[in-house]
């Protein structure tokens, strides 16, 4: 049986028609880490243009871990500017605008590390949403988080350029136009 929230599936269809962009970072670790660094940046808008693409030098060494996760290594970024000079392209995408993230908290407590460290002030988006949280609310059996590669699977979405930016942008962005074929017209 196939159980779905039609309201999810609205809310999602509104903001299709709203207008968003899609933001993916990818790190040297994880958010509850205070030396966090972003080794690369994806922003997507909600027809698919890609709006920001770019790896960062994170000014540290990327852990084996996180290399083994997003395949980002040392050498990619070696020549990579630095996240201040890449972070005002970010805020120009993104400031004013609804912006959706597949695990905002993450991405948040990301950014909330590294403003500091780079002297720069917090990106003032109009809203953030949340995709995972959406796509567990839509998903009426559950009370679990997916990971974006799960719940692409889940829908039929084909997994290309997993733990990359871009990528999961892309992957983000499927997932939410699966989501709201379900609204009820």
Known sequence: ?????????RRVAALLEEGFVILDLETTGLSDDPNVAIVEVGILSDEGEVLLETLAQPG????????????????????????????PLMAERLNGRVVAVYNAPFEQKVLAAVYPRYNVLPLKPRRWVCAMRLYTDFQLISDRYYKLSVACRAEGIAIEDAHRAIGDCRMTLAL?????????D
């Open 60 to 87: 540290c060494r990327i852990p084996p871990a996180a290399r083994a996760v997003h395949g980002i290594t040392d050498a990619d970024v070696a020549d990579a500017p630095s996240f201040r000079s890449v972070y």
């Open 176 to 184: 939410m136009h699966a989501m709201a074929e379900y609204a009820d």
């Open 1 to 9: 049986m196939d159980v779905r929230d039609e309201k999810v599936a």
